[in-house]
Each structure stands twice: as structure tokens, then as C-alpha cells.
């Protein structure tokens, strides 16, 4: 069983890892996320759980300065059913509705793994590219052979040309 990483956010909003004993950043904290670190964020003097408002702001962050994941009309609706009646089950559906894809996207990996033999794009970057060369040849040796060749007319022809010319001969 793995220990929960704590991070200990400050009023200054500095951020301070108690597993490595120094200050990270919050683009540290979405790493420690990518590579599915069980953590938690907690305010230095009250130990306050502040997970969820740096997890927001690490969303805000990307959200504002990459491509937008959620579009302005899903962030309406979301905030619209906060204090409707559904608030609470639209908060367990959205984590099902996510848990599912991410099993669906790890799924579709696997398969595109076992199809193509391959556990890396890197790896699968490779086999595309030495089948292209092996095609790439191939076409190139049939064009040079098929470039090579003298152009011949009919068989049928050919033999009609040696007759005349063995016939003038004579």
C-alpha cells in the first residue's frame, strides 16, 4: 500500500513537498497527477484540506493557456446545477462517466498494442517507418527493372520482323 504524499501549501502559496523536504511548483503537482501519485494538498497552519482548490487552479492554469478541454456552455451548465437537486448525482456520474473512458482509452491502447506488437509509439513509430522503406525499395527496384527492360513489341510481331529480314537476305 503506498503512503499518501503530503504537500503543505503556505499563506505566501508556496508549496512545500514533505516527501522530498523542498518547495515544488503547481506545475510539479500536475506531474505528481500524470504519474498517478497519490497526494494531498494541506494549509500549513490549519491542515486544512485543499486539494480540490489547487486540482481547480491546476485546470484554471491549463484551461487559460492551452486548448480548452471545457468549452464556456459545459462550465455554465456545471455551475448551474450547483444548489439543484441533482448536484449530487451529477457529481458521482461525471466521476463514473470519467472512470469509464479513461478504462475505454487504457482498453484501446491495449488493443493498438496487440495489433501492432508494440508496447511504445516510439517502437510503433519505427515498425511504420521500416515498412515504408521496405515499400519504398520494392517500389523503386520495380521501377528500375521495369525501366530497364527494352521496351519489346508483340512476340507475334517480332517473329513477322525476323521473317522479313530473313526473307529480304536471301
Same mark, same amino acid.
Given at each position: 500500500?503506498?503512503?499518501?504524499?503530503?504537500?503543505?501549501?503556505?499563506?505566501?502559496?508556496?508549496?512545500?513537498?514533505?516527501?522530498?523536504?523542498?518547495?515544488?511548483?503547481?506545475?510539479?503537482?500536475?506531474?505528481?497527477?500524470?504519474?498517478?501519485?497519490?497526494?494531498?494538498?494541506?494549509?500549513?497552519?490549519?491542515?486544512?484540506?485543499?486539494?480540490?482548490?489547487?486540482?481547480? @487552479?491546476?485546470?484554471?492554469?491549463?484551461?487559460?493557456?492551452?486548448?480548452?478541454?471545457?468549452?464556456?456552455?459545459?462550465?455554465?451548465?456545471?455551475?448551474?446545477?450547483?444548489?439543484?437537486?441533482?448536484?449530487?448525482?451529477?457529481?458521482?456520474?461525471?466521476?463514473?462517466?470519467?472512470?469509464?473512458?479513461?478504462?475505454?482509452?487504457? @482498453?484501446?491502447?491495449?488493443?493498438?498494442?496487440?495489433?501492432?506488437?508494440?508496447?511504445?509509439?516510439?517502437?510503433?513509430?519505427?515498425?511504420?517507418?521500416?515498412?515504408?522503406?521496405?515499400?519504398?525499395?520494392?517500389?523503386?527496384?520495380?521501377?528500375?527493372?521495369?525501366?530497364?527492360?527494352?521496351?519489346?513489341?508483340?512476340?507475334?510481331?517480332?517473329?513477322?520482323?525476323?521473317?522479313?529480314?530473313?526473307?529480304?537476305?536471301?
Amino acid at each position: 500500500m503506498t503512503k499518501t504524499r503530503v504537500i503543505k501549501k503556505y499563506p505566501n502559496r508556496r508549496l512545500y513537498d514533505t516527501d522530498i523536504s523542498s518547495y515544488i511548483t503547481i506545475e510539479d503537482v500536475r506531474q505528481l497527477i500524470v504519474d498517478g501519485e497519490d497526494f494531498e494538498v494541506r494549509d500549513a497552519k490549519s491542515g486544512e484540506d485543499l486539494t480540490r482548490q489547487v486540482l481547480l @487552479q491546476i485546470i484554471a492554469e491549463h484551461e487559460q493557456n492551452g486548448q480548452p478541454m471545457l468549452s464556456t456552455k459545459m462550465l455554465s451548465q456545471i455551475i448551474r446545477l450547483y444548489g439543484d437537486s441533482l448536484q449530487g448525482f451529477m457529481g458521482s456520474y461525471l466521476d463514473r462517466s470519467m472512470q469509464t473512458f479513461m478504462d475505454q482509452q487504457a @482498453q484501446f491502447r491495449k488493443q493498438m498494442g496487440d495489433v501492432l506488437g508494440q508496447t511504445t509509439p516510439w517502437s510503433m513509430m519505427n515498425q511504420l517507418t521500416e515498412r515504408n522503406m521496405e515499400i519504398w525499395k520494392d517500389f523503386q527496384e520495380n521501377l528500375v527493372a521495369g525501366m530497364g527492360r527494352t521496351q519489346q513489341a508483340d512476340p507475334d510481331k517480332a517473329a513477322a520482323k525476323d521473317k522479313d529480314t530473313a526473307r529480304r537476305g536471301k
